[in-house]
Every structure is written in structure tokens, then in C-alpha cells.
């Protein structure tokens, strides 16, 4: 098994529980615009080390999730702005180019100090 990606939440936007239901969440480097950052989980910005692909686990402190489909430019604009949409949906084929999917589950609970990781088993 491989790190591909691995971050902390060090912050938490004021309006993140308005997604609350919708099988999703956002997270965001520390540079987040203004207009996003209330419905971000902040983290900071770190690097990606290889490819995100669907097989790979998510894992949220100590829930694994299994990554069903990855967004084209998922990867990037995770390395270059710590951005990554997180879609626990179930979905087979990736419809928005930022968004990760992953196996249908509820969003457990995100606080600071949650670990962030993604695994190429």
C-alpha cells in the first residue's frame, strides 16, 4: 500500500453543516476564497504523490471508503489549491471534473485534526 495523498482539517467554515445529508463535503487549502471558505474543511495545501484512481481508498481518520470514480482534474487542483470535492454517492462515472466519488456512505464526522488520506492499496 502507498500514500498518494495524506492532510489534517485545521479549520472548519461556519456553514460546512448545510451540506449535512447531502453525501458530500469540500475540502480547501488554506487560501480559500472568501465566498467558498464557510463551506469548506480547511487543510493545508500539500502535494499529491502520483495518481488518484478509482480502486484507491479513502480514508477519514479510521473509515476506509473505496474511490468509485475521479474527476479529471481532481488531482490538480488538489496539489495546486488543496481543493477537492468529496462525493460519497456510489457514482461509477465522474460528472464533475474536481469530485472524487467514493462507495455510498453517509459523511462521517469532520472536525480539526480529522486525517485525510487517500491509499493506493
Keep these: ?9 485545521i479549520e472548519i467554515g461556519e ?13 480547501f487549502g488554506e487560501g480559500a476564497p472568501e465566498e467558498l471558505r464557510e463551506y469548506c474543511y480547511l487543510v493545508s495545501i500539500k502535494p499529491v504523490d502520483g495518481e488518484i484512481k478509482p480502486g484507491d481508498i479513502l480514508n477519514i481518520d479510521e473509515a476506509a471508503y473505496a474511490i468509485t470514480a475521479v474527476g479529471a482534474e481532481a488531482a490538480k487542483t ?3 489549491l488543496g481543493h477537492m470535492t468529496v462525493n460519497m454517492s456510489g457514482r461509477s462515472n465522474a460528472t ?5 466519488y467514493t462507495e455510498a456512505a453517509e459523511v462521517p464526522a469532520i472536525h480539526v485534526g480529522t486525517k485525510i488520506s487517500i491509499i493506493e492499496p
Design 78 to 80: 488538489l496539489a495546486r
Design 96 to 100: 464533475l471534473p474536481g469530485t472524487v
Design 1 to 9: 500500500m502507498r500514500t498518494v495523498y495524506e492532510n489534517e482539517v
Design 15 to 27: 456553514s460546512v453543516k448545510e451540506f449535512a445529508g447531502g453525501n458530500m463535503f469540500i475540502i
